[in-house]
Structures are given as C-alpha cells and as structure tokens.
C-alpha cells in the first residue's frame, strides 16, 4: 500500500500533546509524497497544519478503527505503538471500568484505587479451568494459566508482579496467591493455604509503610514459592526477601510512615500487656514522626495489629515471642528518643545516666545500661599493636544509632521472615512449585540514591529476561505455524547490566572504594568519571561533579553519589553488637550471634527437585567479627539477585505490570504522562515492538472466511476449501507478498495490514450500503407516490358522490313537501266531517234513549205488581196445607202409641220363660273355659315361682342357720342378748346420724363449692371483660397506628412473608447441603476403612463372614420395636441360633414365657371376676324380674357357656403351668449336668418342641380368651336390652315380705350395706373435693397467667407508647411473631405428643382389628348354634387356605445373596420391559413378611444391607447416570412403599382395600423412612452432579458460540492470540442440538426407569439454572460475546430449550423461570441504548439482572462493525442513577454450584403386591411366595 492510499481524507492519526502526550486528528486533504505540511482537523473541530520532515519522511501514528478499541489484547490492535496502547488502556479503564488488559504474555494491572467486586470465590470458580483469553482478562486468568502449565507440563511456574510504589503490586500477589490458595487447596488438614495467606498481614506490618505515592507501599521486594504434591494440593510455601530498606527505620520524608508495626503497637500500647513497653501515641518518638503523619485515614491501626497478632499465632509464633519481638521493636522507638549531649569541645558527646528512654530500651533488651551509655558514644580503634578507645562527634553519635537502630530491625525482619518460612515448611516431597515475585518496578525521582540504583538494576535483569522470553515465543509461535521467520531485533539490555555488575563496573568500584580507609563519595564518582566516561550508558552531568547517569532501558536517571558508600557499607560498631549478643533474653542474644552455616542458596531449591524448599532471605545475617572482610550491601544484593534470576530462568515466567493512573490515588481517574512512564518503563511498549517487527494479527481460516466473506468474490465460493478461497483473495486484494503469510492453522498479517483489510471491507459494505439506501429510497418515493395518487382519487370519488347524494336528498325533499300537503288537507276535511257526524249520531241516540227509558219504566212497574201476586196467593195456600198436616200427626201418635203398649205387655210375660235363659248361657261356656286355661297357667307359673323361693328360702335359712350360730357366740362372749340388740340399735342409729351428718356436710361443702365458683367464674368474668377493654383499647391504637402506616406496614409483611420463604428454603438447603456433607464423610470413612483393612489384614488373619452392616453400629436410630408375641419368637429363634451350651445356660426365653404366662393368669382372673359379677346380677334378677321363658333360655345357655369355658381355660392354664415348670427342671438339669452328645441333642430337640407347642397354645388361648370376652360384653348388651323392652313388668314386680318386721339377720344385713354406702359416699366426697382442689388450683394459675400476661402487656404498650408511629408498628409486629412463634412452638411439641400416642394406639388397633374381626365371625357362629337351642357348644379358630398375600419369604443365610443379586450385581438393562422399580417392590414384599413374623432382626437386617449396597453401587458407578437414576427412581419407590403400607391414614386415603390388606402389621418404620429420604437427597445431588459435569462442557459452545441461526454473527476484526500453551489440540465444539440430545436422553432414562414426575421436574429445573448461571457468568467475562449477535442468538436457543420443556410437559416444573437473567441479558444486548427512555426501558426489563451486572453488560457491549455506535459513558451513569435504589447483592456471578432444596413428594402405587411378577433373569429362586 501506498503513502496516499494510507493518509487519505478522513484518516485519523495520532499527533504528539503536551498535555495529554497523543492527541487524535483527522486528515482533511490527501496527503501527497513530497508535501511538507498534513491538513489535519482536531477534535474541537479546530484546522491544523502538522509539518512533516522530508529528510526521515515521519508521518503521524495511524489511529486504529473504532472497532477495534478496547480490545482485551493490545497486541490484537492493527496498528502497534504507543498512542494505539495508550488509548486502548485508557478506554477500557475510563469507558468500561476495566483494569486488566493483555498485551501478548503481559498482564497491565491498573490500579483503581477504589474496591471491585471481582476478586470473590464466585470468580474464582469461574476463571478455574478456563483457558487464558476465553474470557476477560483477570489476575485469576494469570494464575489458573500457571496452575494448568504446571498441572500439564509438570514445569515449575513462576509470576513476576512488577510495578512502581502505588501501582498495586502487593494486592495482585496477593490474589495471586488467593487464588491458588482455593483452587490448590492442602489435601491435609495442616490448613497450609491458610498459613500462606496469613503470612501477609505479617510481612505488611513490618515490611510496608505510608507513602506519598501509596499508603500501603511495599519496602522490600520478596519471592515467595508456593510448593505443591503430585496431586497439585499446597503442601508449603517459602519466602525470600530482597533490599529492605533501612533508611526509612530512622527517616520518613514529608507526609510519609514509619513502617505499620510501629504505629499499630503505639496504638495498642495501653493494653495491659504492653505496659512494661513504657509507649505513649507516636507522635512522642522521634523516629516515627518526623513525617508528621501518623495516621492514614480509613486505616485503623488496633484493629490492624489485632490481625497481625492473629497471623503470628495461625503462623506458630508462641505469645512469648510475639512479647520479645514488641520489646524490640518499642525499644527501637526509645533508642530513637535518647538525647545526646555534645560537649564544648566538640569532638565527644555523652548520653545522661538518667535518660529515661535509654533505661527503657535496655531493660527491653536486657543488656547493661552502663555499657551502652558507654559504646554509644565511644568506638574502640584496634592496630597492629595497640586498641584505643576513642570519643566521637555528635554527628557520629547519631549516625552510629541510627545505624544500631537499623541493624537491630534488620536483624529482627531476617528472624520474622525465617520463622514464617518455618511454619510455611513442610516434610512432604515438593513435585512442583509456582513463585510469586512482588518486585519494585523502576523508579526515578528527583533525588536518585542507592535504593533507586539498586531497584533499576534489577528491572534491568528483569527486563532482559523479558524480552528473551517474548522473543522465544513469539519464534516458537511462528515455527509451530511453520512460518518463515528472519531474526526479529530487540533491544538486548546486556551493555547496561555489563556497566552494572562487571568486572570494574560500578558496583565493583563501588565494593573497591569502601575497602579504602579513606574513601569518599566523591572519589568513587570521580573513578567513574575516569572509567565509563566512553560507555554509551553512562554519562556525566554538565553541572555537578558528584552525580552520574545511566541510561537504562526505560529512561535516563541521574543518581546523586552522596550516601552510596555508608549504605553500601551499612557499618555497625562491633562493641555495640557484642553487648546486644549479651543481652539475658535469649531471642534478642540470637538475633546477633554469627551464622556460620549460612551460604548462598543453591539452585535446587529454584528447579523443583528437592524434597523440600530451602530458600532463606536474600540479605544474610551481617558479621560483626571483622567490618573490613564482610560483604557490603551491593555484593549481597547481586548474589542474591543471581540466584533469582537463575530460578525464574528454570521456571515458565507469567508477567503481570501494574500502572498507577495517577498520583493524586483519585478512583478511575486516568493521567496520561504518569501511564506512558510506566509503560516504557515496564516493558509493555517493548512488548509491543517485538510484536509489531513480526506478523502482530493473527486470524484462523475460519474466522476471517467469516468476517471478510464480503469481499469474495461469488465464483470463488463455489470452493469447499476456506484455506483456499482466503489465499485467493489476500493475493488479490494485498499485493505485498511479505504483508502476510500462511501458516498450519492461522493467516499471519503484518501490522497494519487488518486495518487495511478494515477499510476495504468498510468501503465495500458501504457501497451495498449506499445501494440499499438507494433502492430503498426509491421504493419509498414510488410508495409514497402511489399512496398520493390513490388518495386524490378517493377524495374525487367522495366528493361527487356527496354532490350527487345533495340533489338526490333533495329531490326526495320536495316529493315529500307535495305529500305531506296532500295528506294534511285530506286530513282536515275528514275531521271536519267526522265532527258533524259525530254530533248527528249523539243527539239521535240522546233521543232514541230516552223514548227507551220511558217504555222500560212502564214494563218494570207492572212486572213488580204481578210479582207482588204471585207471592201473596203462595203464601195463603201454604198457610192452609200446614193446618192440614197438623191435624193428621196428632191422629197417627195416638193410634201409635196405644199399638206399643200392647206389645210392651206380651213381651214381659215372654222374659219370665225357660227358653231363654238357654240361649244366653251358650257364650258363658266359652269364657268360663278360657278362664279355666289361664287359671291353670297362673298355677304353673305360682309352682315355678314356688319352687324358686324353696330354693331361696332354703338359702336363706342356711345363712339364717350361720348367722343364728354366729350371734350364739357372740352372745356368749357378751352379756346378753338385750345388750347386744340395744347395741346393734344404737350403731345403726348412730350410724344413721353420722349418714345425715354426711349428707349435710357434703351439701355444705357443694354449697362451699359452688358459691366459691361462682365468685371465681365471676373473677374470671370480670378479668377478661377487662382484658376484654384492653385488648379493645390496644386495638383501636394498633388501628390508629395502622391506619398511619398501613401500606408500609403491608409492604414489610409482604417482605417479611418472603423472607420467612426464603429462610425455610435456606434451611431446607442447608439440611440437603448437611446431608450432602454426610455422604461425603460417610464416603470418606469407608475409604479410610478399607484402607485400614487393607494395612491391618496379615496372610495368616482372615475376616469372619458377618452380615451386620455398618450402619447398625454407626446409626443413631433405635432398633424396631416388637410385640409380646414376636418378644416369644425371637426369643426361640435365639435358641435355635445359639446353640447347646448357651441355650442352657441362657435363662432369658424362660423368663419372657413366664412373664407371658403371668400376664395370661391376670386376664383370666379379670374374666372371672367379670362372670362372677355378671352370676350375681343374673340371680338376683331371676329372684326379682319376671321374663319371657324364651329369653330365659337363652340367658342361662349363655351362662352355662361362659362358665364352661372358663372352667376349659383355668385348666387349660394348670396344664400350661405344668409345662413351663417341666420346662425349667429339664433346663436346669441339662445346665448342671454335662452327659454326653446324643442325650444333650435329644433334651435340646425336646426343649425347642416344648417351647414352640407352648408358644402355640398361647396363641390358641390368647384368642378364645379375647373371643370370650367378646361374647360376654354381646350378652350383656342384650340382658341391657331385653330389660328395658319390659318396664312395665319390672314396675309391677314387688317383693312378698316387704311389710313384714325386720328380723336380726336382716338388720346385720342392713348394716354392713349401710357402712358399705358410707364409704362409697366418703369416697365420692374425696374425689369431689379433690376435683374442686385441682380446679381451685387450674383456676388459680389461670388467674396468675392473667395477670402476668396483663403486666406485660401494660409494660408493652407504655414501652409502645414512648416510641414513634413507625417503631410502634415494627415493635408490635416482634410482639405478635414471638408470641405466634412461641404458640407455635408449643403447639408442635403437642403434635408430636400426640403423633407418638397416635402411631402406638394405630399400631395396636391394628393387631386387634384382625382379631376382634375373628372374634365376631366365632360369636356369629355362636349365635347361630344359639337359635338352634344347642346347649352343648365348642369354640373353634378356622383357618383357611388363602391364595398368594404378595410375600416372600426367604432364609437369614440368603440375605448376602438376595442383596447381591437384587442390588450390588444387577444391571438396569436386565429389568427391561418388566415393571418399573421392581427391585423396590420385592425389597418391600421381603419386608412384609418379615413383619408378618414378627422378626425385627431380620427387618432391621435387611433394610441396612439394602442401604449399605446401594451405596456401595453408587460409589462405584459415581459418573454413570443411568444407574445412578435407576437407583433414585427404586429409592424414591422403596420409600413410598413404606409410607403407603404403613398405616397411617395419611398415605393410605389412596389405597384400594386390596392395598390395605398389604400394610404393615406389627413394625414401625419412621426411622428408616428418614434414612431413605436422606440417601434419596445423596443419589439426587449424585445424579445432579453428573448431569452437570456432561452438560458444563457443551454450555458455552452450544449457547454463545456456535451459530444456530446462520450468517447472523459476524466476526469481530481480530481476537486475543490465546498461547499454546493454554489451548488443547482438537477442542470440541458443541451445538445447542447437542444439549439438546443429552437431555433427551436424561429424560427418556429418568421416565423409563420410573422416576417420579416431580423430581424429574426437579432435576431440570437444576439443570437449566445451571446452564443460566454458567452462560450468563461467561457472558459477563468475554467481551467478544457482548453483542447484538449473541443476544439474538442467545433468545433463539432459550426459545429453542422452552419449546423443549413444553414438549416434554415440563413447562409448568419452574425450569423456564431459571433462565430469567439470561433471558434479560439477552435482550439487554438486543435493546436500543441511547437516550433516557431506552435507559428507562431496560430498568423496567432486566429485573433479574442486579445493577452490577447491568452496568457489566453494558460496559463489555462491543460493536462487531463501524456502523453500530458503541455505549457512552453518560447512558452507563443514567443507569446507574435510575438503579441506585435497588438493593441488590453484591455478587456480581450467579453460583453455578448452587442447588435448589429437592421435595420429594408422596407418590403412592396403584399396584398390588399379590400382581407382581418375579423375572426368571434375576436369580431370586430362593424367594418363595407367602
């Protein structure tokens, strides 16, 4: 390319600035070869004329396109300088907040000076495994690229953090560190990790100090080597230190520190262990205030040297220690406070025995106070000959404490440093190691000194070492490329360092110099001079005889010669090192003593291929023995820095250079001239060079083919070949052959050439741009014209037709005027008629009426006259007839009357005749007959009863006998009868007394009772009446204070309610996470078991077969209780089990059978006492009642039974007795004598039949005990019934002698039944009156509780009142949730309670539901034999045969092989086709039967070898999902099983009554309920975690990378040139069909294996959560995908994934809902972003984005071409502004790894156990069917 096609019109190019060193400018004329002068228009639009030199023909920088700016390379950019650089960085540090940007292999760190929330574990997870360039550039991306290529490589790593003072040094390696610290963990539990990091709050007390660039400014430079195992886990760390600086111990300038330790100890000084440290504040001591800043705002020192105090005793520091090294350090501060009195001679000077300061400072050191007073004032002189002893000058005084005072903090930072690196040491073989070195950057100032020469002679080894590692990559890069390459020249630095450290160089000289006795400063510059005055890196100031300059790689410094010597020398007076090493404190004598061992550190330690780190400090101890033959500073500084370089020469060294932006530690403000300082000082712009001298872009095949398509031509894409279609058009559009080059993979451009590339493809885009403009116009004119057109024509068509429809109107107006005139005047003619006609008919009808009327009235009056008539001639005719019918009665009663007493006569005589007598005797017979039956039956029955009162009479008489006999005695021994009644009279009497003395008693006390309660109800009444008004006054002011702050108040109980939510989802998580952290440890302890196993098993030692599982003995849960009968069994089977010897002598089955025996005695006597009582009332009712005789019967069939029966049952019970008691001798004697085998078997078979057969019968007389009573409760019932069928027989019934005298007997008799009612009188009076107690005592504490809750709720609302209305309410609403919490808290322990008697009372209603329900089939039957009048009954248990019970049954010694074959062994493929989660099913029915037997040992047996080999399944199949499903799915129905089939009529409202028939019988089962639930949450964090380790690697492929919609995305111009070393050969790329696949194939193996809807739902639910958080994380770390692009394609596969969920009916599981944020982004990347209402439009949106992250979004948003406008600035801030209301988190990443709380609902089964098919492929033969 051509100059002119270069600098064309409306170039921008990069002029030099005063003031802001580059400033930009456009071309506004072609520029010509040969012109002198660049026409150029500034940015304020003012014009400008840039002169050009023909003789070096320098044009101005060109400056990059828009696009490419703000790229996260510099080395990305087209073209490569130091405006280019300095823009870029300054962009992305001001525009897009960015401090991290790469320039090739370099790191650029700017410091913010501000906290970012972008150093959290969240990022560090995010950044681990990552490769360098992926995503944003990052201190963590650094370090996880040093972990990787030491992981890989198996090559020590090292990390060279460089920079001036401020630039932040000290914090990136201390993330760097951090990082390691998390991502390489200790794999023991030496926490070594957390030593390396509590090592820098140490070394920043004592190493870093107050500048006035940084507040925090590293003093020293140190190298710190983090040591790591075969597996990559820290195992230790070691430190080393370079160039202390000293000076600043005894010197602070202006506004600057002393170092930290100092202050944080002053201002701990008035702790009460300090106190014998005699400090004060520090503005009291001179070497810490002569800066006259003591304080750093936002620093407290305190709290500062807490966490310094803290790290000294996490580093092993014991408090001793710690004690003596604040005695030096507070006597470094007194050392510095002693006064020093010059003498008039001037030549000594002395020190006041009485200076309080120096007696401080030696008792801290616990050296003589003489002797020092002595030598620090004096100095001995020794000669060939003699020693003198000489006085010295002020001056000389306090140069020689000073240098004390030095030497003493040296000393004291060389033992702090060298005990951290003890406790950092560890025993184990290092593999490998990453260093971590923090070193100065180059420095120069106003004044240069010894320091400054030093620093800069480091940076120059540094730099050096620098540019051989970018060149040997970048010709590494171009040979792997198979690129021919030419020898790419850098500056080689060597001649600067050969003036350094050469042979007479001039730390040479200056080594030289300080050996003169004489030697000054002066000298020594002087010999410089006279050396290196011919050295192009050396020269000499005009102006001054004591400076020189070097010319270093970065700049020229000039250093000032005035101090070189005394510092290089670092003198110390032998006498006062002597009294130091006899201090009588042991650390402080140690401090000094020589170190005769210490040497130059070897280079093992720097190659990884020691067992361990032996680094020390760089500074070694000094010799006090002999000054002249010691090292001088300059000498150990180039060993030390030697040794540096060759470890960092034997490592892979990564660069990170931090920049200070400014000086003014402004946050993000951005000084140019202080940036472009530093970047030539620290090697970015070398960088840059070396890369501009070679192919700087870089471009795949595919990605160019992509972005540059446009300029290919139609007929070369008929080509498959992409490498062949870009060589094609570069040779067509490139002329300059050497402009590019081809390599395996890549194309390689030189500098420029993208750019050029740039502005074709802009040219050409522009020209279809143009073209598309303009066609586009010119459719919207035809448009526009053809919509005119159609308009005038729709206006005319409209137009005439109004006209038209105007005359039509009015036509039809007139033609309506004619009419409505013709039809008027017809109208007014025809009323006019009709009113002449009307008048006519009126006056003819007036007149017709009336001739009418007259006619009528004649008619009606001569009808009323001949009705008249009519009615006068009836009534003369009927008054006749009657006086007839008169006459004729009165004729016809006479002759009536005289006919009847004729007749009356005749019958009278016929009464008195024979005749008749007869014919009224004939129904007399009839009922004298019947009469006769009944007198008959009377008789019998008087017979019956007669015969019943012989009996009783007989009876009676016999007692009567008794008694007669007994008062004969008594008689005898009294004095006689009459007495003796008298007595008896008077006792009865008396007793009579005492009984109305009872009764008045007790009304009296009920009287007591009542008025008592009645006053207490009253109480009571009256107490809640009142508490009644003040609940109501409470009322009325928590509404008056609601209704003030009623919608804050709804708001805070909305929030509230969400944040009681969001703590019962934490707690739910956090219990998961608990168990999740219990299967870890579990999982952990059984590797640490089997390795112990492993170590403790010997050849001849072989472990016995058990099948007891761990977890009975490591379980906390109780063992399943039995009954008594299943206590019986067990109990036999124990016999069985144990054997000859033990069963003789084990006593315990015999016990348990007598306690049954017992127990069945008990119940028969309570049957006993039963029927007797029921004999009693039976007898005395047949004595009293009158009944049926049917009834009768049937009462006394009842009896007979119920007695014969009892009586069967106490035999049967002797003959139980008789057993047991045989049973015991033949124990006892098989225990006491040992005969021989066989007789032993044959007692032991005949003991074990015994027992079963007496376990039998027990059973047999269990139930027909229960079934007798049974039938005596029936017949009581019926007895009950047939008596109040017949009241009016019993009111009728009287007793015979009831009027008789009461006779002796009768009297006894009354007697005892009177004291038998007095007592039950007096106990019903105790009862009541304990009753009334306890009541008076509830009433009482109710009372108390009242009046207690009142106080306090008197004291609440004064406290209430006192506070304002919004306090008021918040305090009120505390009130109610504690006092609803402690409610609540009741309530619960009641629940449980209840719960507890509600499972035992279920469990034993359920054992004798079975039975009663036998029970009533035997009464049924009983009832039957009844109506048969069977007297002889026999009571029998049927069993019948019934089909299979959906049981199986199996043997103890084949539970191994049952797990086994069921569990260990099975594989998912083999239950194909069969019933899903058959394993659960026959896990259960094998538990059924156990339960059935009434065998916990077995249920308990079972159930923990089942978990124990699921689990062992699943740690051995830990990566297979299928089986890790398939073992969730059966866990899940194993669970449900037992809920279902447990009883409780919670699970079982869905079970069918055959499914009732398979519930459990005698077991409860909770606990291992809880055991299956938490294994459940083990396998489903298992299956989530698999899932999640086959999806994480597709997820940011398939969803930001891969194009689904084709031809969308274009290729940004160029992207970060990733290393090699970080990238593997052959990555995989993944399309969203991929996922999309996979979760196919999660789902359709969760749905076949049967796992529950729910937790399927579940599981996606997490998975897509975790393909949000892991997309949107990478979205907000990768700059390339911030686009408009990404975020179409991005909404695509969302849609694509939802329309997924919907199809397989997952839609309503919650999983769409997790891809919120990433929904949000996507369409924040999508929305327009210029003016405030789009800034308002994406607040409304992107509600599950948090501000920070918006504000990311946005700042990464990058263009893909010119023609989209990038986001400024301003539109950022008025997001900000519109968010800062929001409280969001400060987590700027979403945790990937979080896990959302698993539910496992209840699914119950519709299947029965009885339907269940056992398949011929599992091996189950030894199951039989139950």
């Not at 300059?634 to 060993?639: I, S, V």
Request: charged content about 30%; some cysteine.
């Amino acid at each position: 390319m051509s100059v002119s096609e270069l600098y064309s019109q409306f170039t921008r190019v990069w002029i030099p600035d005063p003031d802001e060193v580059w400033r930009s400018a456009e071309i506004v004329k072609d520029y010509k070869d040969g012109e002198k002068v660049l026409h150029l228009k500034l940015e304020d639009e003012t014009i400008q004329e840039y002169p050009i030199d023909l003789n070096s023909n320098q044009l101005p920088f060109l400056r990059n396109p828009d696009i490419l700016v703000g790229e996260n390379d510099l080395t990305a950019l087209s073209y490569l300088h130091e405006p280019a650089v300095l823009h870029n960085l300054k962009v992305r540090f001001l525009e897009s907040n960015h401090i991290y940007t790469y320039c090739g292999i370099v790191l650029v760190a700017i410091n913010p000076y501000e906290q970012l929330p972008i150093y959290g574990q969240d990022v560090i997870y995010a950044y681990s495994g990552q490769n360098m360039g992926d995503i944003d550039p990052h201190i963590f991306a650094v370090a996880e690229e040093a972990y990787k290529q030491m992981a890989r490589d198996e090559k020590n790593q090292s990390i060279i953090v460089s920079g001036e003072s401020g630039a932040g040094k000290t914090v990136s390696a201390k993330y760097a560190m951090r990082y390691f610290a998390t991502v390489g963990g200790s794999a023991s539990e030496t926490n070594i990790e957390e030593k390396v990091l509590a090592s820098s709050p140490i070394m920043e007390a004592i190493g870093n100090a107050k500048t006035t660039r940084n507040d925090n400014s590293s003093r020293f430079g140190k190298y710190i080597q983090i040591g790591f195992d075969k597996k990559h886990h820290i195992i230790g760390a070691n430190m080393r230190t370079y160039l202390l600086e000293k000076s600043r111990v005894v010197f602070q300038a202006d506004e600057e520190r002393n170092y930290h330790i100092f202050y944080q100890l002053c201002a701990a000084a008035s702790l009460p262990e300090f106190k014998e440290l005699a400090l004060t504040c520090a503005e009291d001591f001179f070497y810490v205030s002569q800066g006259r800043e003591t304080s750093i705002d936002g620093v407290d020192d305190a709290e500062d040297f807490e966490k310094t105090r803290q790290a000294f005793t996490l580093l092993g520091v014991r408090e001793s220690h710690q004690i003596s090294i604040f005695k030096i350090i507070a006597s470094i501060l007194h050392l510095g406070n002693v006064e020093i009195q010059a003498e008039r001679d001037g030549e000594s000077c002395s020190i006041s025995p009485e200076d309080e300061h120096l007696r401080n400072f030696c008792t801290l050191l616990g050296v003589e106070h003489n002797q020092m007073q002595h030598w620090l004032c004096h100095r001995k002189l020794v000669t060939t000959s003699e020693t003198y002893v000489k006085t010295m000058s002020l001056q000389q005084v306090v140069n020689a404490r000073n240098a004390l005072a030095k030497h003493i903090y040296a000393q004291l930072f060389n033992w702090i440093v060298g005990h951290v690196n003890k406790a950092l040491h560890t025993n184990l073989k290092q593999h490998s190691f990453i260093g971590v070195l923090d070193i100065y950057g180059f420095e120069t100032f106003e004044v240069n000194s010894f320091e400054q020469f030093c620093i800069n002679y480091a940076n120059e080894k540094l730099q050096q070492q620098f540019n051989w590692h970018v060149f040997k990559l970048e010709q590494e890069e171009y040979m792997k490329e198979q690129i021919p390459w030419t020898l790419i020249d850098f500056y080689d630095n060597q001649p600067c360092i050969d003036l350094i450290e050469a042979k007479l160089g001039i730390l040479d000289l200056l080594d030289e110099e300080c050996k003169v006795p004489k030697g000054t400063d002066q000298n020594w510059a002087q010999k410089l001079y006279d050396r290196h005055s011919s050295s192009q890196h050396f020269q000499k100031p005009r102006m001054s005889n004591i400076s020189f300059i070097v010319l270093h790689f970065a700049d020229k410094v000039e250093y000032h010669s005035d101090g070189f010597l005394e510092k290089n020398r670092d003198t110390v007076y032998e006498e006062q090192i002597n009294i130091l090493k006899a201090s009588k404190f042991p650390l402080v004598a140690d401090l000094f003593q020589d170190d005769k061992e210490t040497v130059p550190a070897t280079s093992s330690s720097g190659k990884g291929t020691s067992s361990k780190i032996n680094v020390r400090s760089a500074r070694p101890p000094i010799k006090a023995a002999n000054k002249e033959h010691k090292k001088t500073v300059g000498h150990q500084f180039r060993t030390s820095l030697n040794l540096l370089m060759e470890t960092l020469n034997a490592t892979t060294p990564h660069y990170v250079r931090c920049i200070k932006p400014n000086d003014e530690k402004l946050p993000f403000h951005f000084d140019p001239k202080r940036a472009v300082q530093q970047l030539r000082a620290c090697g970015v712009l070398e960088t840059i060079r070396i890369s501009a001298a070679g192919y700087p872009s870089r471009w795949t095949y595919h990605d160019f083919f992509n972005r540059y398509r446009v300029l290919i031509k139609k007929r070369e894409l008929s080509n498959t070949d992409k490498k062949v279609i870009c060589k094609n058009v570069l040779e067509s559009l490139i002329k300059d052959p050497d402009a590019f080059q081809f390599g395996r993979t890549k194309i390689f451009f030189r500098a420029g050439q993208v750019a050029y590339l740039e502005k074709l493809r802009a040219d050409k885009v522009r020209a279809a741009t143009i073209m598309i403009q303009k066609t586009v116009r010119g459719w919207l004119q035809k448009v526009k014209y053809r919509r005119l057109r159609g308009a005038t024509l729709t206006l005319q068509r409209h137009t005439r037709g109004y006209l038209a429809r105007r005359l039509a109107e009015h036509l039809r107006k007139t033609k309506a005027a004619i009419v409505i005139q013709k039809q008027y005047r017809m109208q007014m003619v025809r009323q006019a008629y009709k009113r002449i006609y009307r008048a006519t008919v009126t006056i003819q009808a007036f007149t017709r009426g009336m001739f009418v009327r007259r006619a009528y009235r004649q008619i009606l009056l001569e009808h009323k006259v001949t009705k008249i008539q009519k009615h006068a001639r009836g009534w003369m005719a009927r008054r006749r007839f009657l006086q007839f019918r008169r006459a004729a009665i009165v004729i016809q009663c006479a002759f009536r009357r005289l006919k009847a007493k004729r007749e009356l006569k005749a019958l009278k005589i016929e009464a008195r005749s024979a005749e008749h007598l007869k014919r009224l005797n004939v129904g007399m017979e009839n009922k004298v007959v019947q009469l006769q039956r009944k007198i008959d039956d009377q008789n019998k029955e008087f017979k019956s009863l007669t015969e019943q009162l012989s009996t009783v009479t007989s009876a009676h008489n016999m007692e009567v006998e008794k008694l007669k006999k007994e008062l004969i005695k008594y008689q005898q021994s009294q004095d006689g009868d009459d007495s003796q009644r008298l007595s008896l009279q008077e006792e009865i009497e008396s007793l009579r007394a005492e009984l109305q003395k009872a009764h008045s008693e007790r009304k009296i006390l009920e009287d007591i009772h009542s008025q008592e309660k009645d006053e207490l109800t009253k109480r009571v009444l009256d107490l809640e009446q009142e508490n009644a008004l003040l609940k109501d006054e409470k009322e009325m002011l928590n509404n008056q204070i609601l209704c003030q702050s009623k919608d804050e108040f709804a708001k805070n109980s909305v929030k509230e309610n969400l944040l009681m939510k969001k703590e019962l989802e934490e707690e739910r998580s956090r219990y998961q996470n608990l168990v999740k952290e219990y299967s870890r440890l579990e999982q952990s302890y059984d590797n640490l078991r089997d390795e112990m196993t492993i170590i403790r098993q010997t050849p001849g030692h072989r472990r016995n077969p058990s099948n007891q599982s761990s977890l009975e003995s490591d379980s906390n849960y109780p063992s399943v209780s039995t009954s008594e009968i299943g206590d019986t069994e067990d109990a036999i089977q124990q016999v069985e089990e144990m054997g000859l010897e033990k069963a003789a002598m084990d006593m315990s089955v015999f016990l348990k059978l007598q306690k049954r025996v017992r127990e069945l005695e008990q119940e028969r006597k309570k049957l006993q006492t039963q029927l007797e009582k029921k004999e009693q009332q039976e007898s005395k009712k047949v004595q009293v009642v009158e009944t049926n005789n049917g009834i009768d019967a049937d009462q006394d069939a009842d009896l007979a039974y119920n007695s014969l029966k009892r009586q069967e049952l106490e035999s049967e019970n002797k003959k139980l007795k008789n057993e047991l008691n045989e049973l015991r001798k033949a124990v006892a004697d098989q225990a006491t004598q040992n005969n021989s085998t066989h007789d032993a078997q044959d007692s032991y078979t005949l003991l074990l039949n015994q027992l079963k057969s007496a376990n039998e019968e027990l059973e047999v007389r269990k139930e027909e005990v229960l079934i007798l009573r049974t039938q005596i409760v029936s017949a009581d019932q019926r007895k009950h019934a047939g008596r109040s069928m017949e009241p009016n027989i019993n009111a009728r019934t009287s007793w015979p002698n009831s009027e008789k005298h009461v006779d002796q007997e009768d009297a006894i008799e009354a007697y005892h039944g009177v004291c038998q009612t007095n007592r039950l009188l007096e106990a019903q009076l105790q009862a009541q009156s304990r009753e009334h107690e306890e009541e008076m005592e509830s009433l009482r504490s109710q009372i108390e509780t009242l009046k207690e809750e009142m106080d306090k709720q008197q004291q609440t609302f004064c406290q209430t009142l006192l506070l304002s209305p919004e306090a008021q309410v918040e305090f009120g609403v505390q009130q109610e949730i504690s006092r609803l919490t402690n409610e609540n808290l009741d309530l619960k322990e009641l629940v449980e309670k209840l719960e507890k008697n509600e499972k035992k009372l279920k469990k034993q209603l359920k054992i004798y539901m079975k039975k009663v329900q036998d029970l009533e089939a035997a009464q049924a039957l009983a009832q039957s034999e009844r109506k048969r009048n069977e007297l002889t009954r026999q009571v029998t248990v049927q069993r019948k045969e019934k089909d299979f019970q959906g049981m199986l049954e199996y043997y103890k010694e084949d539970e191994p092989l049952l797990i086994r074959n069921l569990v260990t062994d099975l594989k998912p493929q083999t239950l194909s086709g069969t019933v899903p989660c058959l394993p659960a099913y026959i896990l259960y029915m094998c538990i059924r039967h156990a339960d059935y037997v009434n065998d916990d040992l077995k249920v308990h047996s079972l159930l923990t070898s089942t978990i124990n080999g699921i689990k062992k399944v699943l740690k051995k199949h830990n990566e297979d999902f299928e089986m890790t499903s398939f073992w969730l799915s059966n866990t899940c129905r194993l669970l449900h099983c037992l809920k279902q089939y447990s009883g409780d009529e919670g699970f079982m409202t869905q079970n069918t009554p055959k499914q009732n028939e398979h519930c459990l019988k005698n077991f409860d089962l909770t606990e291992y309920r809880q055991v299956l639930s938490d294994l459940s949450i083990q396998i489903y964090q298992q299956l989530i975690k698999i899932a999640e380790g086959m999806l994480q690697p597709m997820i940011v492929s398939a969803m930001l990378e891969n194009e689904s919609i084709q031809g969308l995305s274009g290729v940004k111009p160029t992207g970060y040139r990733k290393r090699s070393s970080s990238m593997v050969d052959g990555e995989n790329s993944y399309s969203l069909d991929a996922i999309i696949r996979q979760m196919n194939s999660f789902h359709s193996v969760m749905c076949d294996q049967g796992l529950d809807p729910e937790i399927i739902q579940q599981v996606f639910k997490q998975l897509f959560y975790m393909i949000n958080a892991v997309a949107l994380n990478n979205l907000l770390l990768r700059k390339d995908v911030c686009s408009w692009s990404t975020g179409m394609q991005l909404r695509y596969n969302i849609s694509q994934l939802e329309e997924w969920l919907r199809g397989k009916n997952l839609h309503q599981s919650g999983a769409a809902e997790t891809m919120e944020p990433l929904i949000h982004a996507a369409q924040l990347l999508q929305l327009k972003k210029k003016t405030p209402e789009d800034a308002e439009a994406i607040c409304t949106l992107c509600t599950s984005l948090s501000t920070q992250q918006i504000v990311k979004i946005l700042n990464l948003y990058t263009p893909l071409n010119e023609f989209e406008e990038r986001v400024t600035v301003a539109f950022i801030r008025t997001i900000q502004a519109q968010l800062q209301d929001r409280n969001d988190p400060q987590q700027l990443l979403l945790d990937f790894k979080h896990m959302f709380p698993v539910l496992f609902p209840f699914n119950p089964s519709s299947l029965t156990m009885d339907s269940i098919h056992i398949p011929a492929a599992l091996n189950l033969e030894f199951l039989n069917e139950v």
